[in-house]
């Protein structure tokens, strides 16, 4: 009987997150509570179903991106895209050996911090073979950050009184996942808010390039290099949606059914963290992550507002 309602009260989160009644954040968040509470009932299945899941929702949100409109960012925000995401991953790479952190859960934290969140892990992780433990860890040390910035940045934008073109701009560049960049710039301005989005979704594309880096990085010696079919849906999607080969309506469709398909996949991540794993890895994770995104906003607050 406790096993049945345990089993029920678990699809109900899947069904909620289905539905779009949760956010990533409150997903990731029930899957830990559940796991502290229930066993797992599914736990064999989580293991398989993650990695196909998340290579699903990463094609699936090609569907909504633009070729034209993402590169045509000014050249100042391209500039500084390219400078920061170099940057940030030359120094991650650098405090993942001072540090003596797991390679792969240093590289998505660098991933998701450098460029677009949990958009950015959930690409690298199929491709470098990170295990659930370690994309658990990854996606809970961004999004606790990505969360502090939603609600830090407009308070400091208004506080150092930057221009709307400045504060999307560094919005764009310093905040990890695109739905919090679109949270903390959409109060601020409709030109604060066009710019942020548009340079987010230019710094989106460099998942292709990074995921092809990954790979021959973290090749397998006796596989060789083998090359991800999902990131040549990933792209096959981009074309798609930026040369309308389908109606417009089915792709916001295909890009709404990945983020939800996404927030169910957070939820069955959040269900991999143990408390004993997360005092196995320590605190340098974190301080890995708190590092790079303070050098990010850091670098490029002092770039828009007194170098360009």
């Given at each position: 009987?406790?096993?049945?309602?345990?089993?029920?009260?678990?699809?109900?989160?899947?069904?909620?997150?289905?539905?779009?009644?949760?956010?990533?954040?409150?997903?990731?968040?029930?899957?830990?509570?559940?796991?502290?509470?229930?066993?797992?009932?599914?736990?064999?299945?989580?293991?398989?179903?993650?990695?196909?899941?998340?290579?699903?929702?990463?094609?699936?949100?090609?569907?909504?991106?633009?070729?034209?409109?993402?590169?045509?960012?000014?050249?100042?925000?391209?500039?500084?895209?390219?400078?920061?995401?170099?940057?940030?991953?030359?120094?991650?790479?650098?405090?993942?050996?001072?540090?003596?952190?797991d390679l792969k859960l240093g590289h998505l934290i660098t991933s998701g911090t450098a460029i677009c969140g949990g958009?950015?892990?959930?690409?690298?992780?199929?491709?470098?073979?990170?295990?659930?433990?370690?994309?658990?860890?990854?996606?809970?040390?961004?999004?606790?950050?990505?969360?502090?910035?939603?609600?830090?940045?407009?308070?400091?934008?208004?506080?150092?009184?930057?221009?709307?073109?400045?504060?999307?701009l560094w919005c764009a560049v310093a905040i990890h996942d695109t739905s919090s960049v679109v949270g903390a710039t959409?109060?601020?301005?409709?030109?604060?808010?066009?710019?942020?989005?548009?340079?987010?979704?230019?710094?989106?594309?460099?998942?292709?390039?990074?995921?092809?880096?990954?790979?021959?990085?973290?090749?397998?010696?006796?596989?060789?290099?083998?090359?991800?079919?999902?990131?040549?849906?990933?792209?096959?999607?981009?074309?798609?949606?930026?040369?309308?080969?389908?109606?417009?309506?089915?792709?916001?469709?295909?890009?709404?059914?990945?983020?939800?398909?996404?927030?169910?996949?957070?939820?069955?991540?959040?269900?991999?963290?143990?408390?004993?794993?997360?005092?196995?890895?320590?605190?340098?994770?974190?301080?890995?992550?708190?590092?790079?995104?303070?050098?990010?906003?850091?670098?490029?607050?002092?770039?828009?507002?007194?170098?360009?």
């Amino acid at each position: 009987m406790k096993q049945t309602v345990v089993k029920l009260i678990y699809v109900l989160i899947v069904i909620s997150s289905v539905l779009g009644l949760l956010t990533s954040y409150v997903a990731l968040l029930l899957g830990f509570a559940f796991v502290l509470v229930f066993e797992n009932p599914f736990e064999r299945y989580n293991r398989r179903a993650i990695p196909l899941l998340l290579k699903i929702s990463v094609v699936g949100l090609g569907f909504g991106m633009f070729i034209n409109e993402t590169l045509q960012t000014t050249k100042e925000g391209f500039g500084l895209t390219v400078f920061t995401i170099l940057l940030t991953l030359g120094l991650g790479i650098a405090l993942t050996k001072i540090f003596k952190i797991d390679l792969k859960l240093g590289h998505l934290i660098t991933s998701g911090t450098a460029i677009c969140g949990g958009s950015a892990i959930a690409a690298i992780s199929p491709i470098i073979k990170a295990n659930n433990k370690t994309i658990s860890m990854a996606l809970v040390i961004v999004f606790l950050l990505n969360s502090i910035a939603l609600f830090l940045f407009p308070v400091l934008g208004h506080y150092f009184q930057l221009t709307q073109e400045q504060f999307g701009l560094w919005c764009a560049v310093a905040i990890h996942d695109t739905s919090s960049v679109v949270g903390a710039t959409i109060d601020y301005g409709d030109e604060a808010l066009r710019i942020a989005t548009t340079v987010k979704l230019s710094r989106t594309l460099w998942i292709i390039p990074l995921s092809i880096a990954s790979l021959f990085v973290f090749k397998s010696p006796k596989k060789g290099v083998k090359f991800p079919l999902f990131i040549l849906a990933f792209i096959a999607a981009i074309v798609t949606n930026s040369y309308q080969l389908i109606p417009l309506e089915m792709s916001s469709f295909i890009v709404v059914c990945a983020k939800r398909l996404l927030i169910v996949t957070l939820f069955l991540v959040g269900t991999t963290i143990a408390i004993k794993d997360i005092k196995n890895t320590g605190s340098k994770p974190l301080w890995l992550g708190i590092v790079l995104w303070l050098f990010i906003s850091v670098f490029s607050f002092f770039y828009i507002v007194y170098w360009s």
